[in-house]
C-alpha cells in the first residue's frame, strides 16, 4: 500500500516530519474519483447512443404514424365524397318519377279535333322532380289544355308557372310539374 498511496512530502531529517496519516486519504480519494470519472464517462456515452438510437427509432415511428394517418385520411375522404355523391343519386332517384304516365295522359286526354303538334318533357338535373313541359295542341282550345292539365292533376303532378300562348290554329303550353308526393 506505501506504494501505491505514498506521502506528498518526504520526511526530511532534522527539518521537518511527513504529512500525518489522515492526508494518506487524499490520494486514494483522487484515485477514486478518477475511477469515478471513467466509469460516469462510459455510462453517459453509452446513455448517449441509447438515447439518440431511441430518437431514430421513435422518429420513423412517427413518420410511419404520420404517412398512415395521411392515407387513412385520405382514404376516408374518399369514402365520404363518394357516400356524398351516392346520398345525391339516391335523392336523385326518390325524387324521379317516370314520365311515361305523364305522356300517357296527355295522349289520352286529347279530344276527337285535337292532336298533339309537340311534346317536350325536360327534367331539372338538380331537382329531379321538376319538369319542364312543353305542349303544342293543334285545333284545339283552352277548354282542351285544361282538360290535359285535369288529367295531370290526377298523377298528382302539380303546375308552377304556367303559360298559354294562343296561336292562330294551336295552343302552346309551358310548365313546370311538380311531383307531389303527399297523399
Same mark, same amino acid.
Given at each position: 500500500?506505501?506504494t501505491?498511496i505514498?506521502?506528498?512530502k518526504?520526511?526530511?531529517?532534522?527539518?521537518?516530519?511527513?504529512?500525518?496519516?489522515?492526508?494518506?486519504?487524499?490520494?486514494?480519494?483522487f484515485?477514486?474519483?478518477?475511477?469515478?470519472?471513467?466509469f460516469?464517462?462510459?455510462?453517459f456515452?453509452l446513455?448517449?447512443?441509447?438515447y439518440?438510437?431511441?430518437? /431514430?427509432t421513435?422518429?420513423?415511428?412517427? =413518420?410511419?404514424?404520420?404517412?398512415q394517418?395521411?392515407?387513412?385520411? !385520405?382514404q #376516408? &375522404?374518399?369514402?365520404?365524397?363518394?357516400a356524398?355523391r351516392?346520398e345525391?343519386?339516391?335523392?336523385?332517384l326518390?325524387?324521379?318519377?317516370?314520365?311515361?304516365?305523364?305522356?300517357?295522359?296527355?295522349?289520352?286526354?286529347m279530344?276527337k279535333?285535337?292532336?298533339?303538334?309537340?311534346?317536350?318533357l325536360?327534367?331539372?338535373?338538380?331537382i329531379?322532380?321538376?319538369?319542364?313541359?312543353?305542349?303544342?295542341?293543334?285545333?284545339?282550345?283552352? /277548354?282542351?289544355?285544361?282538360t290535359?292539365r =285535369?288529367d295531370?292533376?290526377a298523377?298528382d303532378?302539380l303546375?308552377? !308557372?304556367? #303559360? &298559354?300562348v294562343?296561336?292562330?290554329?294551336?295552343?302552346?303550353?309551358?310548365?313546370?310539374l311538380?311531383f307531389?308526393?303527399?297523399p
Amino acid at each position: 500500500m506505501n506504494t501505491i498511496i505514498h506521502d506528498i512530502k518526504t520526511e526530511r531529517a532534522n527539518v521537518s516530519g511527513g504529512l500525518p496519516a489522515g492526508f494518506k486519504i487524499v490520494p486514494v480519494s483522487f484515485y477514486l474519483a478518477a475511477v469515478a470519472t471513467i466509469f460516469l464517462s462510459l455510462y453517459f456515452f453509452l446513455s448517449k447512443n441509447a438515447y439518440e438510437e431511441n430518437e /431514430t427509432t421513435s422518429q420513423s415511428q412517427l =413518420s410511419l404514424a404520420q404517412s398512415q394517418k395521411s392515407q387513412f385520411i !385520405s382514404q #376516408q &375522404q374518399g369514402i365520404v365524397s363518394d357516400a356524398r355523391r351516392a346520398e345525391g343519386f339516391a335523392k336523385w332517384l326518390d325524387g324521379a318519377h317516370p314520365l311515361q304516365p305523364v305522356i300517357a295522359a296527355v295522349g289520352r286526354s286529347m279530344g276527337k279535333d285535337s292532336t298533339v303538334a309537340e311534346l317536350s318533357l325536360d327534367r331539372n338535373p338538380e331537382i329531379p322532380a321538376h319538369t319542364f313541359l312543353q305542349l303544342k295542341v293543334d285545333g284545339a282550345g283552352s /277548354t282542351q289544355i285544361d282538360t290535359t292539365r =285535369s288529367d295531370i292533376y290526377a298523377l298528382d303532378y302539380l303546375t308552377y !308557372s304556367e #303559360q &298559354q300562348v294562343k296561336g292562330r290554329n294551336s295552343i302552346d303550353f309551358q310548365a313546370t310539374l311538380i311531383f307531389n308526393d303527399k297523399p
